[in-house]
Structure formats: C-alpha cells, structure tokens
C-alpha cells in the first residue's frame, strides 16, 4: 500500500530574525502547519522536517548563531527525522529520497517556507523523481519579493514601497497557476485534513 510523507521546510526562526517577518503572508503559519502534522499523525503518515542552513555565513541561517531551529510552537515527535539542506530543495544535499524509498512513501504533502522558493522547488524536484505531489498553500508563507535591482541592504519600508515589488497575494497566485496540473495538486489545510478524518487520502 502506498504511502504518504509530510515534508515541512523551513518553518525555523532564521525567518523570525529578519525584519521582513512582521509583513509575511501567513502569520498563523505554525498553526497551519500543525493541523498538517495531526492529521499526518493521526493517519500514521511519516512526518520529515527539513531546516535550511548555510553554515559560516554569519548570517541568520548560519548554524553558530543558534536560529537554524524550529519556530516555537512547533516540535518534531520522536522517529520524526529532522534534515538539515544547504540547497533550495529538500532532495538534492540530504538523504530525503532515502527515507521516503524506505519508508515506501509515493505520495509527498509539502508545506513551509517559503512559497515559491524551497517549498515549490522541493515540489517541482519531488515530481520529477516520480512522487505524486500535493501543496498546501495555506501552509506556505512568503514575504515580499524586491525588484532585482533593489540594493540587497533595503528595508521593508523600501520593499513594500517600491512599486516593482512582487506581493505576497501575486507570489501565491503564480506559484499555484505554475504547479497545479504539472507539478502537484494544490490543497488546503481543510481539504488534507478533512480527507483525513473521513479516510479518504490526499
């Protein structure tokens, strides 16, 4: 019998510390991503956390400033694995792939952060090598997206003024229309977790 696997990505409070936080696109984010987890639970589904680093940057996702953790409010249980990746997917730097084949997984939930960065190349890269995907949106954040030519120092005063800057509303729409019926079915939180109270898979 086929299995699902829950990936949550990034969901850590390297996010928290930048000042870009306070005008992402879902604050209640780790609520979220909790019911995910209890359904996931509840079905006896495998949960797989994956946080991002970059070690010796100096910067918030380096390791040595102690902020490449879980949001709080957010714990894995124990036997649930926790990945540590340098690289955008899930997949490419850990052993992501190895733990689904043995833990005969074939159908991928993703959720996380963010939207149209880790969580979509995670979903487009887990389509790829055969998974069939679900996203759950409403289990995705975002922040604002700054015109490439925007100095890499500007704040969120500066982003949210400037009128090249990608909002959160058009991030999610494009990531959606570039997923659905390609890469993965798009979901919500409701629709995965009432399939799993009714027994019905996602």
Not at 146 to 175: F, K, Q, V, W, Y
Request: proline fraction near 5%; charge should be negative; include cysteine.
């Amino acid at each position: 019998m086929s299995r699902t696997a829950l990936v949550v990505i990034d969901v850590q409070e390297s996010f928290r510390q930048r000042p870009i936080w306070a005008y992402g696109s879902n604050p209640d984010i780790v609520g979220q991503v909790n019911r995910l987890v209890a359904a996931a639970r509840e079905r006896g589904d495998l949960v797989l956390w994956v946080l991002h680093a970059e070690p010796g940057s100096g910067g918030v996702f380096d390791p040595a400033l102690g902020h490449v953790r879980l949001i709080d409010g957010l714990a894995a249980a124990e036997g649930e694995p926790t990945l540590v990746k340098t690289a955008h997917n899930a997949f490419t730097t850990t052993n992501l792939q190895q733990l689904l084949t043995l833990a005969g997984v074939h159908d991928v939930t993703v959720c996380g952060i963010r939207t149209e960065q880790c969580v979509e190349t995670t979903t487009r890269l887990g389509s790829d090598l055969g998974y069939r995907t679900t996203f759950v949106t409403d289990a995705t954040m975002t922040f604002p997206i700054p015109h490439r030519d925007l100095p890499e120092t500007a704040g969120p005063a500066e982003i949210l003024g400037d009128p090249r800057t990608l909002s959160n509303e058009e991030i999610l729409r494009r990531t959606e229309y570039a997923l659905a019926g390609r890469f993965a079915t798009v979901r919500t939180v409701d629709e995965v977790t009432g399939a799993s109270l009714s027994g019905a898979r996602s």
